[in-house]
């Protein structure tokens, strides 16, 4: 039995998920290892949804230690069809303010200590990436920021570094003169994760501050942060709730058969232990 439909990843300030009824908590195990955190499941605007503090309850983990396989593959396990992931970023551009959320469409990897794939060990696999975001969610995601208020911006480049430090100058810089409009250090790997899996994947990325590039950074008080990431939580849970009201029910996008032709090794080839291990996501192709 399919125990959700939808999966909203929380980020920095998302810790919980207002608004969700029939609540009831699952710990789920897979052979990736354990998930952030035990799954809040529920409803939410009439859907079936499965809501992961990313970075566990308390704030425990460091980007560089989710286990984001385990994240994504317990989230096909439930069911999951479409992940609407939430995550706080700093601002690159001087159009994107504190407040401001932005729906990317494009992402850039400086991360080097992550472990971004399913496939390995036995088993070699290449899913295409090219858009890496769910078109249908995206829109969804973006519309409902206009409709809850939200100052919202769809599209945009989302640079994915390692941390846990944040930028020097001379990365800043950087990356402005690649044109990418915000940074943050999770969502690249749920997304290529997510495509892997089959799984319809979106960021909502909310603007805590300027990078350290604009000449007012240094100025910015702990206290205002704060302020801003109380107020991103209570807008995202506006917009969450929003996206998944008008998601539509069927999927027609490429996201659900992303991984059709992926898989290059011989089935003859593959070894039991990884045939197992990647039933769930892969069982159908593994099998023809």
Same mark, same amino acid.
């Given at each position: 039995?399919?125990?959700?439909?939808?999966?909203?990843?929380?980020?920095?300030?998302?810790?919980?998920?207002?608004?969700?009824?029939?609540?009831?908590?699952?710990?789920?195990?897979?052979?990736?290892?354990?998930?952030?955190?035990?799954?809040?499941?529920?409803?939410?605007?009439?859907?079936?949804?499965?809501?992961?503090?990313?970075?566990?309850?308390?704030?425990?983990?460091?980007?560089?230690?989710?286990?984001?396989?385990?994240?994504?593959?317990?989230?096909?396990?439930?069911?999951?069809?479409?992940?609407?992931?939430?995550?706080?970023?700093?601002?690159?551009?001087?159009?994107?303010?504190?407040?401001?959320?932005?729906?990317?469409?494009?992402?850039?990897?400086?991360?080097?200590?992550?472990?971004?794939?399913?496939?390995?060990?036995?088993?070699?696999?290449?899913?295409?990436?090219?858009?890496? &975001?769910? +078109? =249908? $969610? #995206? *829109?969804?995601? %973006?519309?409902?920021?206009?409709?809850?208020?939200?100052?919202? !911006?769809?599209?945009?480049?989302?640079?994915?570094?390692?941390?846990?430090?944040?930028?020097?100058?001379?990365?800043?810089?950087?990356?402005?003169?690649?044109?990418?409009?915000?940074?943050?250090?999770?969502?690249?790997?749920?997304?290529?994760?997510?495509?892997?899996?089959?799984?319809?994947?979106?960021?909502?990325?909310?603007?805590?501050?300027?990078?350290?590039?604009?000449?007012?950074?240094?100025?910015?008080?702990?206290?205002?942060?704060?302020?801003?990431?109380?107020?991103?939580?209570?807008?995202?849970?506006?917009? &969450?709730? +929003? =996206? $998944? #009201? *008008?998601?539509? %029910?069927?999927?027609?996008?490429?996201?659900?058969?992303?991984? !059709?032709?992926?898989?290059?090794?011989?089935?003859?080839?593959?070894?039991?232990?990884?045939?197992?291990?990647?039933?769930?996501?892969?069982?159908?192709?593994?099998?023809?």
């Amino acid at each position: 039995m399919q125990e959700a439909e939808i999966g909203i990843i929380g980020g920095s300030g998302l810790y919980s998920m207002p608004g969700l009824t029939e609540i009831r908590e699952e710990k789920v195990s897979t052979p990736f290892g354990d998930p952030s955190d035990s799954f809040i499941l529920g409803k939410l605007e009439g859907r079936k949804v499965a809501f992961l503090a990313r970075h566990g309850r308390g704030h425990r983990l460091l980007p560089s230690e989710l286990n984001f396989r385990a994240n994504i593959y317990a989230m096909k396990q439930l069911g999951v069809e479409r992940i609407v992931s939430v995550s706080a970023v700093g601002s690159l551009k001087e159009e994107h303010k504190p407040t401001d959320f932005v729906i990317p469409d494009q992402f850039i990897d400086r991360t080097f200590l992550r472990k971004s794939t399913f496939f390995g060990d036995g088993i070699v696999g290449h899913v295409a990436f090219g858009d890496p &975001v769910c +078109a =249908t $969610v #995206a *829109a969804a995601a %973006a519309d409902a920021c206009t409709s809850s208020g939200v100052t919202g !911006k769809k599209g945009g480049t989302y640079i994915c570094m390692e941390g846990p430090q944040f930028s020097t100058k001379a990365e800043s810089n950087l990356y402005r003169s690649w044109g990418a409009d915000v940074v943050g250090m999770t969502n690249l790997q749920e997304a290529k994760l997510a495509r892997e899996a089959e799984i319809c994947y979106a960021t909502v990325a909310m603007v805590t501050d300027y990078d350290c590039w604009h000449p007012d950074h240094d100025s910015v008080t702990v206290e205002q942060i704060v302020a801003v990431l109380h107020q991103n939580a209570e807008n995202a849970a506006k917009v &969450v709730r +929003a =996206t $998944v #009201a *008008a998601l539509p %029910a069927e999927r027609n996008c490429a996201c659900a058969t992303a991984a !059709k032709y992926a898989i290059l090794t011989q089935p003859a080839a593959i070894p039991a232990e990884a045939r197992e291990r990647l039933k769930l996501l892969f069982g159908k192709y593994l099998n023809s």
